[in-house]
Protein backbone atom coordinates (compact mmCIF):
# COMPACT_ATOMS: atom_id res chain seq x y z
CA UNK A 1 0.00 0.00 0.00
CA UNK A 2 1.29 2.98 -0.85
CA UNK A 3 0.80 6.68 0.72
CA UNK A 4 -1.63 8.93 -1.19
CA UNK A 5 0.48 12.22 -2.66
CA UNK A 6 -2.79 14.22 -2.27
CA UNK A 7 -2.42 17.99 -0.72
CA UNK A 8 1.39 16.86 0.06
CA UNK A 9 3.63 19.74 -1.72
CA UNK A 10 5.53 19.27 -4.62
CA UNK A 11 8.94 18.18 -4.61
CA UNK A 12 12.30 19.96 -5.46
CA UNK A 13 13.47 19.78 -9.52
CA UNK A 14 15.37 21.29 -11.78
CA UNK A 15 14.88 21.02 -15.04
CA UNK A 16 15.20 22.06 -18.85
CA UNK A 17 12.30 22.47 -21.27
CA UNK A 18 11.61 22.88 -24.87
CA UNK A 19 8.98 26.33 -24.38
CA UNK A 20 8.09 28.36 -27.50
CA UNK A 21 11.62 28.34 -29.55
CA UNK A 22 14.31 28.26 -26.24
CA UNK A 23 15.76 26.19 -24.02
CA UNK A 24 14.23 27.68 -21.01
CA UNK A 25 14.73 25.94 -16.94
CA UNK A 26 11.91 24.91 -14.68
CA UNK A 27 12.20 24.35 -11.31
CA UNK A 28 9.37 23.52 -8.71
CA UNK A 29 9.22 27.63 -8.04
CA UNK A 30 7.85 28.17 -11.24
CA UNK A 31 4.78 26.60 -10.70
CA UNK A 32 4.48 28.29 -7.37
CA UNK A 33 1.78 31.21 -7.08
CA UNK A 34 -0.64 29.59 -10.01
CA UNK A 35 -2.63 26.42 -10.84
CA UNK A 36 -0.34 24.15 -12.77
CA UNK A 37 -1.06 21.09 -14.45
CA UNK A 38 1.97 18.54 -14.45
CA UNK A 39 1.32 16.17 -17.63
CA UNK A 40 3.35 13.18 -17.40
CA UNK A 41 3.63 10.99 -20.98
CA UNK A 42 6.18 7.68 -21.44
CA UNK A 43 8.29 8.95 -24.92
CA UNK A 44 8.13 10.93 -27.86
CA UNK A 45 7.73 9.80 -31.41
CA UNK A 46 4.83 7.68 -29.60
CA UNK A 47 1.53 6.97 -31.13
CA UNK A 48 -1.31 7.35 -27.83
CA UNK A 49 1.37 10.46 -26.87
CA UNK A 50 1.21 12.68 -29.52
CA UNK A 51 -2.91 12.68 -29.21
CA UNK A 52 -2.90 13.48 -25.58
CA UNK A 53 -0.57 16.35 -25.73
CA UNK A 54 -2.67 17.69 -29.04
CA UNK A 55 -5.54 17.35 -27.29
CA UNK A 56 -3.95 19.64 -24.83
CA UNK A 57 -2.53 22.15 -27.17
CA UNK A 58 -6.11 22.60 -27.84
CA UNK A 59 -7.58 23.16 -24.81
CA UNK A 60 -4.30 25.24 -23.99
CA UNK A 61 -5.68 29.06 -24.27
CA UNK A 62 -8.56 28.04 -22.16
CA UNK A 63 -6.80 26.37 -19.67
CA UNK A 64 -4.18 29.74 -20.13
CA UNK A 65 -8.05 31.63 -19.55
CA UNK A 66 -8.47 29.93 -15.89
CA UNK A 67 -4.92 31.26 -15.03
CA UNK A 68 -3.49 27.46 -15.56
CA UNK A 69 0.09 26.68 -16.84
CA UNK A 70 0.59 23.51 -18.49
CA UNK A 71 3.77 21.51 -18.47
CA UNK A 72 4.58 18.33 -20.15
CA UNK A 73 6.99 15.56 -19.12
CA UNK A 74 8.71 12.76 -20.39
CA UNK A 75 12.05 11.03 -19.68
CA UNK A 76 13.29 12.15 -23.19
CA UNK A 77 15.76 15.30 -23.66
CA UNK A 78 14.72 18.81 -24.63
CA UNK A 79 16.72 18.30 -27.61
CA UNK A 80 13.71 15.20 -28.84
CA UNK A 81 11.17 17.26 -27.21
CA UNK A 82 12.34 20.45 -29.78
CA UNK A 83 12.84 18.05 -32.45
CA UNK A 84 9.16 16.12 -32.43
CA UNK A 85 7.93 19.87 -32.29
CA UNK A 86 10.03 20.66 -35.53
CA UNK A 87 8.38 17.57 -37.73
CA UNK A 88 5.34 16.97 -35.53
CA UNK A 89 1.88 19.26 -37.21
CA UNK A 90 0.30 17.76 -34.29
CA UNK A 91 3.05 18.57 -31.72
CA UNK A 92 4.10 21.82 -33.51
CA UNK A 93 1.47 23.48 -32.25
CA UNK A 94 2.13 22.91 -28.61
CA UNK A 95 3.07 26.07 -27.12
CA UNK A 96 3.46 24.93 -23.04
CA UNK A 97 6.32 24.04 -21.68
CA UNK A 98 7.80 20.67 -22.52
CA UNK A 99 9.89 19.29 -19.96
CA UNK A 100 12.82 17.02 -20.24
CA UNK A 101 13.16 14.09 -17.48
CA UNK A 102 16.40 12.22 -18.60
CA UNK A 103 17.12 11.48 -15.50
CA UNK A 104 13.84 10.45 -14.54
CA UNK A 105 13.77 12.39 -11.09
CA UNK A 106 10.82 14.48 -11.83
CA UNK A 107 8.79 11.14 -12.74
CA UNK A 108 10.11 9.40 -9.41
CA UNK A 109 8.91 12.52 -7.27
CA UNK A 110 5.50 12.04 -8.76
CA UNK A 111 5.50 8.48 -8.68
CA UNK A 112 5.22 7.72 -12.21
CA UNK A 113 8.40 6.53 -13.25
CA UNK A 114 8.20 2.82 -14.59
CA UNK A 115 11.79 1.57 -13.43
CA UNK A 116 12.61 -0.85 -15.57
CA UNK A 117 11.39 0.57 -18.97
CA UNK A 118 12.97 4.25 -17.33
CA UNK A 119 9.52 5.89 -18.62
CA UNK A 120 6.76 7.43 -17.28
CA UNK A 121 3.44 6.23 -16.57
CA UNK A 122 0.30 8.88 -18.06
CA UNK A 123 0.50 11.21 -14.95
CA UNK A 124 -1.66 14.07 -14.39
CA UNK A 125 -0.97 16.11 -11.52
CA UNK A 126 -3.09 19.48 -10.42
CA UNK A 127 -0.76 21.56 -8.27
CA UNK A 128 -2.73 24.64 -6.76
CA UNK A 129 -0.85 28.17 -6.27
CA UNK A 130 0.76 26.54 -2.74
CA UNK A 131 2.33 24.32 -4.53
CA UNK A 132 0.29 21.57 -3.22
CA UNK A 133 -1.18 18.21 -5.44
CA UNK A 134 -4.71 18.69 -5.31
CA UNK A 135 -5.98 16.07 -8.14
CA UNK A 136 -3.64 12.58 -9.42
CA UNK A 137 -4.33 10.44 -11.98
CA UNK A 138 -2.58 7.91 -13.16
CA UNK A 139 -3.02 5.85 -16.31
CA UNK A 140 -2.05 2.63 -17.78
CA UNK A 141 0.20 3.27 -21.22
CA UNK A 142 -2.62 2.16 -23.56
CA UNK A 143 -5.43 4.58 -21.84
CA UNK A 144 -5.18 8.07 -23.36
CA UNK A 145 -6.33 11.07 -21.64
CA UNK A 146 -9.30 13.56 -21.51
CA UNK A 147 -8.05 17.71 -21.83
CA UNK A 148 -11.73 18.51 -21.44
CA UNK A 149 -12.24 15.76 -18.70
CA UNK A 150 -9.16 17.82 -17.11
CA UNK A 151 -10.76 21.27 -17.45
CA UNK A 152 -13.23 20.62 -15.41
CA UNK A 153 -11.65 19.15 -12.55
CA UNK A 154 -9.63 21.95 -12.85
CA UNK A 155 -12.30 24.26 -12.44
CA UNK A 156 -13.88 22.01 -9.42
CA UNK A 157 -10.65 22.10 -7.72
CA UNK A 158 -10.43 26.14 -8.22
CA UNK A 159 -14.00 26.34 -7.10
CA UNK A 160 -13.71 24.07 -4.22
CA UNK A 161 -10.03 26.36 -3.49
CA UNK A 162 -12.34 29.59 -3.34
CA UNK A 163 -16.02 28.31 -1.49
CA UNK A 164 -14.92 27.48 2.19
CA UNK A 165 -17.67 24.65 3.11
CA UNK A 166 -18.48 23.88 -0.48
CA UNK A 167 -18.09 20.76 -2.54
CA UNK A 168 -18.67 20.06 -6.21
CA UNK A 169 -20.58 16.78 -6.57
CA UNK A 170 -20.19 13.93 -9.76
CA UNK A 171 -20.07 15.50 -13.40
CA UNK A 172 -20.41 19.32 -11.74
CA UNK A 173 -19.86 21.81 -14.27
CA UNK A 174 -19.50 25.71 -13.23
CA UNK A 175 -22.55 27.06 -12.88
CA UNK A 176 -24.07 23.64 -11.51
CA UNK A 177 -25.14 23.79 -7.61
CA UNK A 178 -22.54 22.27 -5.49
CA UNK A 179 -23.09 20.93 -1.91
CA UNK A 180 -22.61 22.18 1.40
CA UNK A 181 -21.90 18.60 3.79
CA UNK A 182 -23.95 18.72 6.97
CA UNK A 183 -25.90 16.58 9.11
CA UNK A 184 -28.68 17.49 7.28
CA UNK A 185 -27.68 15.58 3.93
CA UNK A 186 -26.64 12.58 5.53
CA UNK A 187 -29.05 9.91 3.59
CA UNK A 188 -30.57 12.59 1.47
CA UNK A 189 -28.68 12.46 -1.69
Not at 10 to 37: C, M, N, R
Not at 81 to 88: F, V
Not at 172 to 189: F, R
Request: glycine share 8%; net charge negative; aromatic share 10%.
Amino acid sequence: MTQSIINTEIKPFSATAYHKGDFVSVTEQDLLGKWSVVFFYPADFTFVCPTELGDMADHYEKLQSMGVEVYSVSTDTHFTHKAWHDSSDTIGKINYPMIGDPTGVISRNFGVMIEEEGLALRGTFVINPEGQIKVAEIHDLGIGRSASELVRKIQAAQYVATHDGEVCPAAWQPGEETLAPSLDLVGKI
